[in-house]
């Protein structure tokens, strides 16, 4: 199963390959990652997408705390959480698709960015299915090239009723 | 005042307490090494290659408990000591490295012997650091040992470039470490302590498994306590032994892949498993879904890692054993009152385990003709009783040792377990003489492991240091050959060891006395002689270049299912002599 996970890290060189190099070592995959600084310089946050089962994701949650250098770990999936991702997709479009593709993009509420007599570049922003839906559409037009940004996560306040939001699991404190 | 980092440097590490540097010198390190020589609280053992240095402050940290301290230059000198890192890192030593970097204006540029030391080691450090302004190295350097002894115990590895060693810095060495992502469990918790406890008073069938980190965390004492006052019989892995007495009633030995029978027997059967810092290993386990297959798993254990990494465990224990045993013997002691009734509990079972262990004792035949290597560490041990360190090298001797030699004490048994290194042990033994001159110091090896440190021999007589080692020659990659002739009929591909110095020569030319004993009679006198030897000694003794080592569990089998002895097809090739023996071709096993 899927796993986001938010490492809180020191924000000091060599701490992202600690974390990349634990997991090629382990033989656990990354299926997209995204690492900046926080509020607080001084740290930056890692979200990683991962799959495995519980005991891979249990020893994968264990291994990233045993990093000196990480602060505190998360497993976004078991909260209730929002992702966002962020492609640029350039398409290229041969005039009689060139309509099409802005109808396409608008729907989306998606940008176009940069236009060339030859290509539309897009960019979009939202969840995972948004994202994949819009590719999904602009590939029958032709997509030239495309650079996503990995998934970035966020646990949500509490404020519905209805669902109670559960604790996220924190392992440091 | 201010200070050069190299000043910083020895300054800290003697607010660190250390006394010994194991190391080598090299262009970037020479200022540190100059700083070095001018004063007289650390001693410097200048060792004949980095490698060995590794290995030395490994064993200096296996019988000491302290931090083991290793300085070497950039490039191929981070290089050498990698072996030692990665030995250190999968055995849990505490090891503080210190190497040299090209200065920080030509880190990245292949200067002369630069190597990526941090990423290097990455992978088989607990922790590692550049150090990139001189105003950081104290600091750097009171956090680096405070992670390598702290928790679970590992390798820390600073990088000081040159620039760094040389220019200036206000030194106050600090007080505090400042680590907030760093903070291990040290007591268990209660509720799960209580529980375990429980399970310890109603099994019928309970087992302790002790690894190597009794031994780091010093608890010995308490789990003598908890066996004695349950009545459970102990069985240690390699990493474990000394931290329950090898010769206790209830001391079952090693277990695993060459365990007793009886042991492996007891764990297969057990219906209360209770780990105490071990790390359920594959040479621990076998086949994983066979292992332990009746019992209720606890298991104690610094590193939340360890727990559930390989093999379930119904209740977790995260904690230093010591504290945690502690905790548990206490809650014991208010539970049981009644000792009669727990020795009752546990009778069938002891008898149980008496039984296997009467009808599959360890066992070999010495004959005239050629010695066994069994023999020669049951007449060491006995010769040496219950006073000396041992360090070992890797393969057939290490395990007929782990097997036959019964260290009561902890911190006497050095190994290397997790990466199994051979060349491990000589450095190991000569690091563990440096740290108690007046100790009895053995170093148990073979002609295989021996050559792959050999040069400290020079070491050893510089620093006067009086390592006796007993070299069990018997012209193989032992346990490479026993599994080629049991699993490759026979095919001896680069296990045989053909062209062997003279280690007696070998010896006398470093200036260490050289014995031997080629017939099973002379062993007894060369042991006699070469423990009487005030300084160091090499007793090459040849052995038995065909016995192996039993029992044994085959890789991927269960505990139950143990080999204990040769196969019948192997015992008729070896008498028919249809084996590929080239000590039948003439060519001769052991050196003329």
Redesign the interface.
Known sequence: MEHIISVLVENKFGVLARVAGLFSARGYNIESLSVAPTLDPTTSMITIVTAGDDRIIEQIMKQLNKVVEVLKVVDLTETDFLDRETALIKVHTKPEHRDEAIRIADIFRAKIVDSSPTTYTIEITGDVDKVEALINLLRPLGIRELIRTGRIAIARENTRTTSPRREPALFKT | MKKTGADIFVESLRHEGVKTVFGLPGGVVLKIFDVLCQQKDIELVLTRHEQGAAHMAEGYAKATGEPGVVLVTSGPGMTNIVTGLADAYMDSVPLVAFTGQVSTNLIGNDAFQEADN??IS??CT?????VKDVNELAQTIKEAFY?AMSGRPGPVLVDIPKDVSTEKAEFRYPDKIN?????PTISGNKHQIKQAAEEIMKAKKPMIYVGGGAVFSDAADEIRELAEMTQIPVTMTLMGLGSFPGTHPLALGMLGMHGGYWTNMAMHYSDLLIAVGARFDDRVTGKLSEFCPEARVVHIDI???SI??TFHAHIPIVGDVKAVLRQMNVMLRAMDGNVSEVKALRAPWLKQIGEWKKAHPLTYKQDSKITKPQFVIERLFELTKHNAIVATDVGQHQMFAAQYFKGTKPRTWLTSGGLGTMGFGFPAALGAQKAFPEKLVLCITSEGSFQMNLQEMATAVEHKLPVKIVLLNNGFHGMVRQWQDLFYEGRYSASYLGKLPDFVKLAEAYNILGLRAEKPGEVESVLKEGLKHKGPVLMDIYTDPYENCYPMIPAGGAHHEMMLEDPPELTQAKKGGSHKRKVDEGEGVLPA
Do not use: A, C, E, F
Not at chain 2, 126 to 130: D, E, P, Q, S, W
């Open positions: 941090v990423g990455r992978p607990k922790h590692n650091v550049l992670i680590l907030r992502g760093y903070n590193d939340p890692t559930k990494k």
